[in-house]
């Protein structure tokens, strides 16, 4: 099992755990409730941040600029 690079949390007990992004176009993750993998493609809005839309429990965007980095 992969270790996670950084955490979201969505709502209380329900953290997204992101696994690696892939060269900035694909990011990997896990919901800590379903423990499988997903991967979803990363988005940028019009200001240039970056985000991945969650579609494995509330279909909602996670900026990568809001997740808590595990590796400071």
């Given at each position: 099992m992969k270790k996670a690079i950084?955490?979201?949390n969505v709502n209380l007990g329900t953290n997204v755990e992101i696994l690696e992004i892939e060269?900035?176009?694909r990011v990997n993750y896990r919901i800590n409730e379903d423990g499988?993998?997903?991967a979803s493609k990363?988005?940028?809005n019009?200001?240039?941040e970056p985000y991945?839309?969650?579609r494995a429990f509330t279909?909602?965007?996670v900026y990568l600029s809001e997740c808590l980095r595990?590796?400071?």
């Amino acid at each position: 099992m992969k270790k996670a690079i950084a955490y979201y949390n969505v709502n209380l007990g329900t953290n997204v755990e992101i696994l690696e992004i892939e060269g900035g176009e694909r990011v990997n993750y896990r919901i800590n409730e379903d423990g499988k993998q997903h991967a979803s493609k990363v988005y940028y809005n019009l200001k240039g941040e970056p985000y991945f839309i969650e579609r494995a429990f509330t279909n909602s965007r996670v900026y990568l600029s809001e997740c808590l980095r595990t590796n400071i």
